[in-house]
T-cell receptor
Framework: EAQVTQNPRYLITVTGKKLTVTCSQN?????MSWYRQDPGLGLRQIYY???????DKGDVPEGYKVSRKEKRNFPLILESPSPNQTSLYFC???????????FGPGTRLTVL | LAKTTQPISMDSYEGQEVNITCSHN???????ITWYQQFPSQGPRFIIQ???TKVTNEVASLFIPADRKSSTLSLPRVSLSDTAVYYC?????????????FGKGTRLSVIA
């Protein structure tokens, strides 16, 4: 089944404790992206990647890092999480030949 | 990317047709119009895409006037399960361009 998976689905952590949210897709998509969603603000793009080893900042990249060492994986790294990064995070992927983005199930992160 | 404006929220009764209009006055020649649907705590999913005139699929219809400065997503005979947030996105989806950026969307509430 074609899908985007994210782990963990739920995470509660404390300020300053490094964490990684994984994202994997099995559709051989070139493009992958991370979004955060907060009440009243819609979806805001954090980082995106057009292909392996190619990443770029989205609208709200501060406090986040990403890497794209393999085509299928695009982890989101929070080196020193802060409470304002408490949010619902979505990973998405799409092929460069079409534009339909496929989203993962979401990761709800709480930073205390 | 062309900026879009859509209503923040709409209410409808079951069985009615719902039309959600999106304004995109600065749409460019190569831009397509794409709509996504998002249920609570789930990632958005693609509904429909068009360039001009009318597009219809099993879920919705998309009406685009000749000047393309707006578009209308039409949902026939909505049910409670159509309660969701609907996003209008406008951009050039051809190869090499970054996929579209989400805004705040329109929250549709279907009432029994």
């Amino acid at each position: 089944e074609a899908q985007v998976t994210q782990n963990p689905r739920y995470l509660i952590t404390v300020t300053g404790k490094k964490l990684t949210v994984t994202c994997s897709q099995n559709m051989n998509h070139e493009y992958m992206s991370w979004y955060r969603q907060d009440p009243g603000l819609g979806l805001r793009q954090i980082y995106y990647s057009m292909n392996v080893e190619v990443t770029d900042k989205g609208d709200v990249p501060e406090g986040y890092k990403v890497s794209r060492k393999e085509k299928r994986n695009f982890p989101l790294i929070l080196e020193s999480p802060s409470p304002n990064q408490t949010s619902l995070y979505f990973c998405a992927s799409s092929s460069i030949t079409t534009d339909t983005q496929y989203f993962g199930p979401g990761t709800r992160l709480t930073v205390l | 990317l062309a900026k879009t404006t859509q209503p923040i929220s709409m209410d409808s009764y079951e069985g009615q047709e719902v039309n959600i209009t999106c304004s995109h006055n600065n749409i460019a020649t190569n831009d397509y119009i794409t709509w996504y649907q998002q249920f609570p705590s789930q990632g958005p999913r693609f509904i429909i895409q068009g360039y001009k005139t009318k597009v219809t699929n099993e879920v919705a219809s998309l009406f685009i006037p000749a000047d393309r400065k707006s578009s209308t997503l039409s949902l026939p005979r909505v049910s409670l399960s159509d309660t969701a947030v609907y996003y209008c996105l406008v951009g050039d989806t051809s190869w090499g361009n970054t996929p579209l950026v989400f805004g705040k969307g329109t929250r549709l509430s279907v009432i029994a």
